[in-house]
C-alpha cells in the first residue's frame, strides 16, 4: 500500500534583461559609438531536498514561485543585473514530474540534492555588441530570453511518524479525524477499519507530522485472529506508537488486560516494534464512570514509565495535549532564532 501526497505547482525563471540601444554623448567626442549595455540573465529556479519537511501541505498553500528578472541593460556600457535564483524546498523523497507531458524529471533522494528545473533566460545583447568596423552606429539590439515556465507535479510516498494502535473500536479512526483531516469510517462495532488512513497533523507554526491508524487488533491476532497483524509493517518505520485504550465502561474489558494483550501482539510482529516510544492513552473519557479504571491504567504506566495521558474525542478534552505530545517527540526542535 502507498500512500500518496501530492502537489501541483507553477514554477517561473526570470526573464533575461533587455539589451539597450544607446550611443555615446560626451562634450569633445563627436559621434561616440555604441554604447547600449546586455541584459542580466534571469534567476533560475532550483527544487532542494530537504529533511525539514515531511509532507508537500505548504504548496496547497503557495503554488507559485517566481525567481527574479535580469535587470535591462543601460546605457554607458553598464550591464543589467541577473536576477536573483531561488531554491524551493521539498520533503526528501519528492519524485518531480512534468505536469503537461507527464515525464519524471527527478527522484529527490538525498537531503541537499539540488534540482534545476526552469533556467532563467539569457539577457539580450545590447547595440554595443552589434558594433562592426563597417558597421560603426549599430542600432540592433536583442530583448531579454523568456526563463522557462513549467507546471510540475510533486508527489511524495508519505511515512507515517505516528502510529495509532489499539483494540477494534478503541476510537482510533475517531482521533486520528480530530487531529487530521483525515476522514476514515467510524462506527461503534469492530473493525471498521479494514487498511490503514493516514492524517497529516498541522501545528500552527506549520509545522506538521504524519499519524497512521490502523485497523484493531484482538488477542491472538499474530496466530490471525481478527484481521491479524500483517498491517502493523505499515507502522514499522514509525517513531512513536500512541496506544489507545479505551475506559469507559462499554468495551467490557479491563483496561490494564488490553493494554497487556495488544503488547503481546505488538512483540510478536517484532520486538523492536514494542520497544518503540510509545504513549498511553485512556480514551472515550467522556463514557468513563468507573474511576478506579482509568486510574489502574494510570499508575500501570507510570510503573513502566510511560507518558499518560487521557481523552475524550466526543468533548475534544486532552486532545490538544495529546497531540502537541506527539509533536514534541516526532518533531525536531524549531531551530533557535
Ligand atoms: N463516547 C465516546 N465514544 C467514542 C469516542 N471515540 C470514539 N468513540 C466511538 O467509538 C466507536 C468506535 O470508534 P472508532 O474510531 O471507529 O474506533 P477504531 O479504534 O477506529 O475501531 P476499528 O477501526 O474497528 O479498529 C464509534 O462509535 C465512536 O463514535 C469518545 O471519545 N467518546
Ligand atoms: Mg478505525
Redesign the pocket.
Known amino acids: 500500500m502507498q500512500f500518496l501526497d501530492e502537489a501541483r505547482i507553477l514554477v517561473k525563471a526570470g526573464d533575461g534583461g533587455n539589451g539597450c540601444l544607446a550611443f555615446r554623448r560626451e562634450k569633445y567626442v563627436p559621434r561616440g559609438g555604441p554604447s547600449g549595455g546586455d541584459g542580466g540573465r534571469g534567476g533560475d529556479v532550483y527544487l532542494v531536498a530537504s529533511d525539514q519537511q515531511n509532507t508537500l501541505l505548504q504548496f496547497s498553500y503557495n503554488p507559485e514561485h517566481r525567481a527574479e528578472r535580469g535587470r535591462h541593460g543601460e546605457g554607458s556600457n553598464k550591464t543589467g543585473a541577473d536576477g536573483h535564483s531561488i531554491d524551493i524546498e521539498v520533503p526528501v523523497g519528492t519524485v518531480v514530474y512534468d505536469d503537461l507531458t507527464g515525464e519524471r524529471l527527478v527522484d529527490l533522494a538525498e537531503p541537499g540534492q539540488r534540482y534545476l528545473v526552469a533556467r532563467g533566460g539569457r539577457g539580450g545583447r545590447g547595440n554595443a555588441r552589434f558594433a562592426t568596423s563597417t558597421h560603426q552606429a549599430p542600432t540592433e539590439h536583442e530583448p531579454g530570453r523568456a526563463g522557462d515556465e513549467r507546471r510540475l507535479r510533486l508527489e511524495l510516498k508519505l511515512l507515517a511518524d505516528v502510529g495509532l494502535v489499539?483494540?477494534?473500536?478503541?476510537?482510533?479512526?475517531?482521533?486520528i479525524s480530530r487531529i487530521s483531516a483525515a476522514r476514515?469510517?467510524?462506527?461503534?462495532?469492530?473493525?471498521?477499519?479494514l487498511e490503514p488512513n493516514l492524517g497529516v497533523v498541522k501545528l500552527p507554526d506549520f509545522r506538521s507530522f504524519v499519524v497512521a491508524?490502523i485497523?484493531?487488533l484482538i488477542e491472538g491476532a499474530h496466530l490471525g485472529a481478527g484481521l491479524g497483524i500483517q498491517f502493523l509493517r505499515h507502522i514499522e518505520r514509525t517513531r512513536l506508537l500512541v496506544h489507545?485504550v479505551d475506559v469507559?465502561e462499554a468495551s467490557g474489558r479491563d483496561p490494564v488486560h488490553d493494554f497487556q494483550a495488544i503488547m503481546t501482539e505488538l512483540a510478536s510482529f517484532s520486538q523492536e516494534l514494542a520497544d518503540k516510544p510509545m504513549l498511553v492513552v485512556a480514551?472515550?473519557?467522556?463514557?468513563a464512570q468507573d474511576e478506579t479504571r482509568i486510574a489502574a491504567l494510570r499508575d500501570f504506566a507510570a510503573q513502566r514509565d510511560l507518558p499518560y495521558y487521557a481523552?475524550?474525542?466526543?468533548t475534544g478534552e486532552g486532545i490538544e495535549a495529546l497531540k502537541f505530545a506527539m509533536a514534541e517527540r516526532v518533531l525536531s526542535p524549531v531551530a533557535a532564532e
Open positions: 489499539g483494540f477494534p473500536n478503541a476510537g482510533k479512526s475517531t482521533l476514515p469510517k467510524i462506527a461503534d462495532y469492530p473493525f471498521t477499519t491508524d485497523p484493531g489507545l469507559s480514551s472515550k473519557l467522556d463514557a481523552i475524550s474525542s466526543v
